[in-house]
């Protein structure tokens, strides 16, 4: 099932997510439908609060993006990305790996807003996956960009936290206009 992504404004967005500690039949449709909502709007990642839940999880598909490369590592030897795509991660604890670099991002629940994001080049990630079981990996490109991206999301951090104050500056009447749209949206139901 498709479902509706909200956008920026949305107090959700700004919700910590809670722990997830079993692997529920509800866990298990939540990340079939995120995983559908995902595909069906072109993104390589989604987070549980962007389709209104508060909870610690996530999904990933980089293998749509072809011109920005990702590398991974397990146990300390490179591995093929693909091999762990679609990646779900649960509960999951990012650590810095490596040094900061830039590139573009963009997020479900800012639709049109792009902006230049530096975060740490390479990170270490360990979670739950789908089936609950621990895993862990490094992970560089395009995968710890989206990694970050999205376990922000389950911090209640967003994008816009990131960008630098001059970029945040020069998108804040887009920003402005999105967040009231969403806000009278919310007034309406
Ligand atoms: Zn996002």
Do not use: W
Request: aromatic residues 4%; charged residues 25%.
């Amino acid at each position: 099932m498709i479902l509706e992504i909200v956008k920026y404004g949305h107090p959700v967005l700004r919700k910590k997510g809670e722990r997830i500690e079993t692997i529920t039949p509800e866990i298990k449709k939540l990340i079939a439908d995120m995983f559908e909502t995902m595909e069906a709007s072109h993104g390589v990642g989604l987070a549980a609060q962007q389709v209104g839940v508060a909870k610690q999880l996530t999904v990933i598909d980089v293998r749509g993006v072809t011109d920005r490369p990702s590398t991974l590592e397990i146990n300390g030897k490179p591995a093929e990305v693909a091999s762990i795509m679609p990646l779900v991660l649960i509960n999951p604890v990012v650590t810095p790996a490596g040094e900061p670099a830039t590139g573009g991002e963009g997020c479900l629940s800012f639709p049109e807003i792009f902006a230049e994001i530096t975060r740490p080049g390479t990170v270490d990630v360990s979670a739950l996956d789908a089936k609950g079981k621990p895993i862990s990996f490094r992970c560089g490109g395009l995968l710890a960009r989206a990694v970050q991206h999205e376990t922000d999301h389950l911090n209640g951090l967003l994008f816009i936290d990131r960008m630098d104050k001059k970029t945040k500056a020069e998108l804040q009447p887009e920003l402005d206009d999105l967040q009231a749209a969403t806000k009278k949206v919310l007034a309406k139901k």
